[in-house]
C-alpha cells in the first residue's frame, strides 16, 4: 500500500486517517481545514486542497480509509425506488417506517444551510431526529422564499424553527442577518429565523482570511461597515463540534417524554408490521 510514497505523504495520510476516525462523517474541506490548523499542509488555497482530495481518493482506493468516512452530497445519485417483489416491497416497508415524531411535539424544526455540501456532515443528528435540511443555495430564489412563507402559515402548522448555519463571510452573514429576514416578512412568512453556526464565539480557534479576499461580494461593503472582523468558513468549525451545535439547539424544542412515547409507539407498530409480514408468507406458502 506505502509502494511510490514518500515519507511526508504516507504522514499526511496517516494524520487524515486519524483526524476521520475522530470526526467523520466529514466533507474533503472539513479534513483539509484539520490538517491546516495542524500546520501539516500550507494553506486552504485551491492547489493545497486539490492535493488533499487526491490524497485521499487514492487512499480510499487503496483501502487506508473508508470510504464512508467522506461525504460529497453534490455527487449522491438519485435513484427511483423499485423491488424485486412483493415480499422485497413490505420488507423495505418495514424496515424503513418511522413515525413522524414532531407531530406530538409544538414545534417544526428544520435546519437551513447556504451550502448543501454540509448536509453529509450533519447526516447523522437530521437522521436521529427526522429533521428537515433546507438548502438556501446562496441567496434563495423568490419560489423558495414563497414556499417556505406558505409552509410556514399552513392552517394545521405549528410554529415553525430554521435553524440556520453557514459562512461568517460578507454573503453568510447577509443572507441570515439581513436577506432572508426580510424577505420572508414581505413574504408573510411566520417563522424563527435563528443563526446557531458560525456565531462569535466560533471565531477564536477557527483559520480565518481577509476580507479583502472578498470584495467582489457585493456584500463586501456592508461587512466591512457592519461586522468588521475577518472572514470565517463554517467548514473550518470540526465536525463533532458543528453537529452536537445542531442537536442542542433541535433538543431545545423538543418535549421529551412525548417523544419516547411516540418512539414507543412505532416500536409497536413496527412489531405488528412484521407480524403482519410472516401472516402473509404464511399464506403465500399455503397457496
Given at each position: 500500500?506505502s509502494?511510490?510514497k514518500?515519507?511526508?505523504?504516507?504522514r499526511l495520510?496517516?494524520?487524515?486517517r486519524?483526524?476521520?476516525?475522530?470526526?467523520?462523517?466529514?466533507?474533503?474541506r472539513?479534513?483539509c481545514y484539520?490538517l491546516?490548523?495542524?500546520?501539516?499542509?500550507?494553506?486552504?488555497?485551491?492547489?493545497?486542497?486539490n492535493?488533499?482530495s487526491?490524497l485521499?481518493?487514492?487512499?480510499?482506493e487503496?483501502?487506508?480509509?473508508?470510504w464512508?468516512w467522506?461525504?460529497?452530497?453534490s455527487?449522491?445519485?438519485?435513484?427511483?425506488?423499485?423491488?424485486?417483489?412483493t415480499?422485497?416491497l413490505?420488507?423495505?416497508a418495514?424496515?424503513?417506517?418511522?413515525?413522524?415524531?414532531?407531530?406530538?411535539?409544538?414545534?417544526r424544526?428544520?435546519?437551513?444551510s447556504?451550502?448543501?455540501?454540509?448536509?453529509g456532515?450533519?447526516g447523522?443528528?437530521?437522521d436521529k431526529?427526522?429533521?428537515?435540511?433546507r438548502?438556501?443555495?446562496?441567496?434563495?430564489s423568490a419560489?423558495?422564499?414563497?414556499?417556505?412563507?406558505?409552509?410556514s402559515?399552513?392552517?394545521?402548522?405549528?410554529?415553525?424553527?430554521?435553524?440556520?448555519v453557514?459562512?461568517w463571510?460578507?454573503?453568510?452573514l447577509?443572507?441570515?442577518?439581513?436577506?432572508l429576514?426580510r424577505r420572508?416578512k414581505?413574504?408573510?412568512?411566520?417563522?424563527?429565523?435563528q443563526?446557531?453556526?458560525?456565531?462569535?464565539?466560533?471565531?477564536?480557534?477557527l483559520p480565518?482570511?481577509d476580507?479583502?479576499?472578498?470584495?467582489?461580494d457585493?456584500?463586501?461593503?456592508?461587512?466591512?461597515?457592519?461586522?468588521?472582523t475577518?472572514c470565517?468558513?463554517?467548514?473550518?468549525?470540526?465536525?463533532?463540534?458543528?453537529?452536537?451545535?445542531?442537536e442542542?439547539?433541535?433538543?431545545?424544542?423538543i418535549d421529551i417524554?412525548?417523544?419516547?412515547?411516540a418512539?414507543?409507539?412505532?416500536?409497536?407498530?413496527v412489531?405488528s408490521m412484521q407480524?403482519?409480514?410472516?401472516s402473509?408468507?404464511?399464506?403465500q406458502?399455503?397457496?
Amino acid at each position: 500500500m506505502s509502494r511510490g510514497k514518500g515519507a511526508r505523504t504516507l504522514r499526511l495520510i496517516a494524520s487524515a486517517r486519524e483526524i476521520l476516525a475522530e470526526i467523520q462523517p466529514a466533507s474533503v474541506r472539513a479534513v483539509c481545514y484539520q490538517l491546516f490548523v495542524a500546520g501539516l499542509i500550507l494553506s486552504m488555497s485551491k492547489s493545497c486542497t486539490n492535493a488533499v482530495s487526491r490524497l485521499l481518493t487514492r487512499a480510499r482506493e487503496e483501502g487506508e480509509i473508508l470510504w464512508e468516512w467522506i461525504v460529497d452530497e453534490s455527487r449522491e445519485a438519485e435513484v427511483a425506488r423499485r423491488w424485486d417483489s412483493t415480499d422485497d416491497l413490505i420488507r423495505a416497508a418495514v424496515a424503513q417506517y418511522r413515525r413522524d415524531y414532531w407531530q406530538d411535539q409544538d414545534y417544526r424544526v428544520e435546519v437551513w444551510s447556504e451550502k448543501g455540501t454540509i448536509r453529509g456532515t450533519l447526516g447523522p443528528v437530521l437522521d436521529k431526529y427526522g429533521v428537515t435540511f433546507r438548502v438556501m443555495h446562496g441567496y434563495a430564489s423568490a419560489t423558495v422564499v414563497n414556499d417556505v412563507a406558505e409552509y410556514s402559515n399552513d392552517a394545521n402548522s405549528k410554529p415553525l424553527i430554521a435553524l440556520y448555519v453557514g459562512d461568517w463571510d460578507p454573503s453568510g452573514l447577509h443572507m441570515s442577518n439581513v436577506d432572508l429576514p426580510r424577505r420572508l416578512k414581505e413574504y408573510g412568512a411566520t417563522l424563527k429565523l435563528q443563526r446557531i453556526a458560525l456565531v462569535p464565539g466560533d471565531l477564536k480557534r477557527l483559520p480565518s482570511f481577509d476580507p479583502d479576499s472578498k470584495r467582489q461580494d457585493p456584500r463586501y461593503r456592508w461587512f466591512q461597515s457592519t461586522i468588521r472582523t475577518r472572514c470565517y468558513e463554517l467548514d473550518a468549525m470540526p465536525p463533532p463540534k458543528l453537529r452536537a451545535r445542531v442537536e442542542q439547539a433541535i433538543l431545545r424544542y423538543i418535549d421529551i417524554p412525548r417523544w419516547d412515547h411516540a418512539i414507543a409507539i412505532e416500536q409497536v407498530e413496527v412489531a405488528s408490521m412484521q407480524a403482519f409480514h410472516r401472516s402473509w408468507l404464511a399464506a403465500q406458502g399455503a397457496t
